[in-house]
T-cell receptor, first 114, second 111 residues
Framework: EPEVTQTPSHQVTQMGQEVILRCVPI?????FYWYRQILGQKVEFLVS????????KSEIFDDQFSVERPDGSNFTLKIRSTKLEDSAMYFC????????????FGEGSWLTVV | EDQVTQSPEALRLQEGESSSLNCSYT??????LFWYRQDPGKGPEFLFT???AGEEKEKERLKATLTKKESFLHITAPKPEDSATYLC????????????FGPGTSLSVIP
C-alpha cells in the first residue's frame, strides 16, 4: 500500500539552529501538508501546498517556517531558527484530489529543541 | 470558530465490551468528517470519511455514523489490538484545505 515517508524519524537540535524535515508524499498525490502535534496536544494544521505554492497556512506558520518541493518527489519543511516551543512531532500528509478526500499521514518526525 | 470536541477523553473496556465514542463539531458548513486511529508515537491512520448526515461507514469492528452536529464511532466486541487513540477531524466548506482535529479519545481494551 502506498505510504507517505518522512525523514528523519527523530532529530535533536540546538535552539536557534535551522532544521529541514523531509517527506516523500504518495506518488500520484497533488496536495501536500504539514501538521504538528505537541506532546499530549491536538494535531494542528500548519500549511497546505499545491501546484508549487502555499494554498493555505495557519497562524502558527510564521516567517520562520517555509516549505518547498525541490523536485518531483520530495516535500520539505524548514524551520529557520528553532525555538524550544517548536519541539513537537511533525507530520507530512498528502491527498490525491481536492477538498473532502482522504488525507494520508506519514509516521512523523519527532523534533526536540534543546 | 470551527472546532471539534471528543468524549470521553479516555475509555477502558473489557475485551468484547461494545461502546461508542463521541465527536461533536461546530463548523461553518461541513465538507467532510474524518476518523483516524493513532498509535503512540505514530501518525494518524485513516479509518473513515463521512460527508453528510445519515451516512454510515463500517470496517471490521468499527462503525462510524454522522448527524448534523455529531459523529459516533461504535466499537463492537473490541479486542486488545483496538487499543489506540481515536481522532475525529473536520473540514469546513470555508477552507479548501485545513482539517481541524479533536483532542482524541484514548481507548484501552483489557483482555
Amino acid at each position: 500500500e502506498p505510504e507517505v515517508t518522512q525523514t528523519p524519524s527523530h532529530q535533536v537540535t540546538q535552539m536557534g539552529q535551522e532544521v529541514i524535515l523531509r517527506c516523500v508524499p504518495i506518488s500520484n498525490h497533488l496536495y501536500f501538508y504539514w501538521y504538528r502535534q505537541i506532546l499530549g496536544q491536538k494535531v494542528e494544521f500548519l500549511v497546505s501546498f499545491y501546484n508549487n505554492e502555499i494554498s493555505e497556512k495557519s497562524e502558527i506558520f510564521d516567517d520562520q517556517f517555509s516549505v518547498e518541493r525541490p523536485d518531483g518527489s520530495n516535500f520539505t519543511l524548514k524551520i529557520r531558527s528553532t525555538k524550544l516551543e517548536d519541539s513537537a512531532m511533525y507530520f507530512c500528509a498528502s491527498r490525491s484530489s481536492p477538498a473532502g478526500n482522504t488525507i494520508y499521514f506519514g509516521e512523523g518526525s519527532w523534533l526536540t529543541v534543546v | 470558530e470551527d472546532q471539534v470536541t471528543q468524549s470521553p477523553e479516555a475509555l477502558r473496556l473489557q475485551e468484547g465490551e461494545s461502546s461508542s465514542l463521541n465527536c461533536s463539531y461546530t463548523v461553518s458548513g461541513l465538507r467532510g468528517l474524518f476518523w483516524y486511529r493513532q498509535d503512540p508515537g505514530k501518525g494518524p491512520e485513516f479509518l473513515f470519511t463521512l460527508y453528510s448526515a445519515g451516512e454510515e461507514k463500517e470496517k471490521e469492528r468499527l462503525k462510524a455514523t454522522l448527524t448534523k452536529k455529531e459523529s459516533f464511532l461504535h466499537i463492537t466486541a473490541p479486542k486488545p489490538e483496538d487499543s489506540a487513540t481515536y481522532l475525529c477531524a473536520v473540514q469546513a466548506k470555508t477552507s479548501y484545505d485545513k482539517v481541524i482535529f479533536g483532542p482524541g479519545t484514548s481507548l484501552s481494551v483489557i483482555p
